[in-house]
């Protein structure tokens, strides 16, 4: 039974700062590559960030240098830190932890940037 829990949406002015977190259970999740997707109404579902099991971590050109993704592998949690949010920023952010072709996804966790 492998569960993806995430936190931390809401809604934030622009500029402002977020931290998303998913927590996970039922996986080896230290050998897992987490990643956040994010999908904005009438877009198509796309990749924001993953992190790999050493720690190395890839980022989407929009969010680069604003948004920073973590692991706590004894927490079995990752996190995505986004800072300077703009409008842009706006969708349902989703949690996946993937390996070796299994992947599992989270509910999604609304992050809304507007003043």
């Known amino acids: 039974q492998v569960q993806l829990v995430e936190s931390g949406g809401g809604l934030v002015q622009p500029g402002g700062s977020l931290r998303l977190s998913c927590a996970t259970s039922?996986?080896?999740?230290?050998?897992?590559?987490m990643a956040w997707y994010r999908q904005a109404p009438g877009n198509q579902r796309e990749l924001v960030a993953h992190?790999?099991?050493?720690?190395?971590?890839n980022y989407a050109d929009s969010v680069k240098g604003r948004f920073t993704i973590s692991r706590d592998n004894a927490k079995k949690t990752a996190y995505l830190q986004m800072n300077s949010l703009k409008s842009e920023d706006t969708a349902v952010y989703y949690c996946?932890?993937?390996?070796?072709?299994?992947?599992?996804w989270g509910q999604g966790t609304q992050v809304t940037v507007s003043s």
């Open positions: 996946k932890a993937g390996f070796r072709g299994n992947d599992y």
């Open positions: 039922g996986i080896l999740f230290s050998i897992y590559t």
């Open positions: 992190i790999i099991s050493t720690g190395t971590t």
